[in-house]
């Protein structure tokens, strides 16, 4: 899968090159599950993957090595303590079979998780010890400025105690209570037990200096990819699949590990990433049948039926992610146009995200309704949508708030004021509703939506300027209003869909007034207080409070999400299917039928 990447809540997916998109149901499943084949799973066989070289081993990844690939490459070497299924019905939706460890125990005061790993081992047969744990935690705790999942007052910054009980068990207790769903889910999910006999045999990662030296030796080692295939820091793994060889830039083969513990062991005796120089190599190669699990491009996607001619299952991979278009709220002349709600409800009326979805995006993409996304098997509807496409009722919402509409022409404020019926503060008499879009540039169908939008703009008078730049994001930076380059008005940048999210799909680094990628400026006191609450507090209704309120009142214009990849696999392959929302890979799942 050439065009995978993996959730980072570090990044904007838009900035990296490849993403996978919104959303489908999503179990656990095993070998079997969704078959697609025309008999009984065997044991024995490979298949091989189209996705691009892995250049990251070690479980704790630096900067600039967070992609896709990597995060699936260490996934089939390396567990965390923590698997989740979004549909599972699991609680915190931790997918007990995989994970490494059973649900934790929470205390009353919400601020203690007592941890039990299963009884689980290493591939050379040693067990998996709390005292592996206590090595990650030593390591990330003396480097987590190296640590690309760092961020600043969260996981290590944000525990008062790690405790090791015993050899299967340890507890966390954090420096004030969280919402136990947002702890176990996006900070638990980044523990990964390392084999401390292994990597550090002498123990010196207990002292902070020498955990720095060890970090030291481990990074080097990451680093030195040629060297992937023979070091023995890389022969003792956790998880399904040992690492037979490795070729840089080249392919990567899989060896089914033979001393998985695991409840989920693996079928395929090996599997086979392969990498290709780009769509149209990797497209000539699936036509042709020479690739197990690959991808249609989105400009060959009218090809789909030949592709299954050809044997192949062509199956869309929805991911846990949403698109959207940021507002500048700060830019000195439009931003004040864009705080008055009456304009962006306006303005989200007329996207009309299921036509644009279908036709411009060929049915690869799905609307975006608030700030969740949303849920297994809903993905592709208007449910849960506060808007609708509606030209007229856009219409009716501006002249009734104080506007001159004028169809194809340029709509202006005709009614200045704060009162009823008036365009709203700082909206001076005659301001037009002209704004120019940042999108991105080399995605067709985005040059296409855009071209329908300002159409569809264009009939309620609000005139679009449209943009096209190779990074957008880059472009249309978070700014202050004295800054004499905060000229930009609306950017998109989700063409491969705008965000991808943890498990729990909070939105502090979004839409809080002081969010790391709150672009647009967004400030909403009591929209900072329902992320808060979606954080810190056990509610478990704080999530839904969150998202029908900021669906509503629009932070952002949502968007169709869109599909990055459409996967085509052989027939004769089960346990594919469901794909994960989360960019999540198993081929411990995967078996042939014949």
Not at 128 to 157: E, H, M
Not at 245 to 273: I, R
């Amino acid at each position: 899968m050439g065009s995978i990447k993996r959730t980072s809540a570090a990044r904007l997916v838009a900035i990296s090159a490849a993403a996978v998109l919104a959303l489908t149901a999503c179990s656990s499943g095993g070998a079997g599950a969704g078959s697609a084949g025309q008999g009984p799973a065997k044991d024995g066989g490979s298949v091989s993957m189209a996705l691009k070289t892995p250049s990251w081993i070690l479980p704790i990844a630096t900067p600039g090595h967070t992609q896709g690939e990597n995060a699936i490459f260490i996934s089939t070497l390396y567990r965390s303590v923590y698997s989740y299924a979004l549909s599972g019905g699991g609680k915190y939706s931790i997918d007990e079979k995989r994970s490494i460890a059973g649900v934790p125990e929470v205390t009353a005061d919400g601020k203690t998780y007592t941890v039990k790993l299963k009884d689980e081992k290493w591939s050379d047969g040693t067990a998996i010890t709390t005292k592996d744990v206590q090595f990650w935690w030593n390591l990330v705790n003396a480097n987590k400025d190296k640590w690309s999942s760092y961020r600043k007052g969260a996981l290590p910054d944000n525990v008062a105690e790690f405790k090791v009980i015993d050899e299967q068990t340890f507890s966390i207790t954090t420096t004030r209570e969280y919402a136990p769903t947002w702890f176990v889910d996006n900070q638990l999910d980044k523990i990964y037990p390392l084999p401390a006999h292994a990597w550090d045999p002498e123990g010196k990662a207990a002292t902070p200096e020498g955990a720095k030296e060890v970090f030291g030796t481990l990074e080097a080692a990451a680093k030195d990819t040629a060297s992937y295939g023979t070091n023995p820091l890389w022969k003792t793994v956790s998880g399904a699949f040992t690492l037979e060889s490795y070729v840089p830039q080249g392919e990567v083969k899989l060896a089914k590990n033979a001393g998985y513990t695991g409840a989920d062991k693996p079928k395929l005796d090996n599997v086979v990433f392969r990498p290709f120089t780009g769509d149209d190599a990797e497209f000539n190669v699936l036509r042709s049948g020479g690739i197990d699990y690959g991808y249609i491009p989105a400009g060959n996607i009218n090809q789909r039926k030949t592709i299954e001619s050809r044997g192949y299952k062509v199956s869309p991979w929805y991911g846990w992610s949403i698109s959207y278009m940021p507002f500048n709220f700060n830019n000195p002349k439009t931003g004040p146009i864009f705080k008055q709600l009456p304009v962006r409800q306006a303005m989200q009326m007329l996207i009309d995200q299921p036509t644009i979805s279908r036709v411009v995006w060929q049915e690869q993409a799905a609307p975006t309704c608030g700030p969740v996304p949303q849920k297994p098997g809903s993905a592709g509807s208007m449910d849960g949508c506060a808007y609708q496409f509606d030209p007229e009722k856009a219409k009716q919402t501006l002249t009734e708030n104080g506007w001159k509409v004028v169809p194809d022409g340029v709509t202006t404020c005709e009614k200045p004021g704060t009162g009823p019926g008036q365009c709203g503060e700082g909206v001076a008499a005659g301001a037009p509703l002209q704004f120019e879009v940042t999108s991105q540039s080399g995605f067709s169908a985005t040059t296409k939506m855009m071209a329908e939008l300002k159409s569809r703009f264009a009939g309620a008078g609000i005139q679009l300027t449209i943009k096209e730049v190779p990074d957008s994001v880059s472009v249309t930076q978070k700014c202050e209003p004295a800054d004499p380059g905060c000229s930009w008005d609306l950017s998109f940048f989700g063409s491969q869909s705008s965000w991808y999210f943890p498990v729990y799909a909070s939105g502090e680094r979004l839409f809080a007034s002081t969010g790391a990628v709150n672009l647009g400026s967004y400030s909403d006191p009591k929209a900072d207080q329902l992320i808060d609450e979606t954080q810190f507090s056990g509610d478990e209704s704080a999530m839904t409070a969150y998202n029908d309120y900021l669906a509503k009142e629009l932070p952002v214009l949502w968007m169709p999400n869109p599909v990055a990849q459409v996967s085509a696999y052989k027939s004769d392959i089960t346990g594919i299917e469901p794909q994960d929302p989360t960019l999540e890979v198993y081929p411990q799942d995967w078996a042939r039928t014949n």
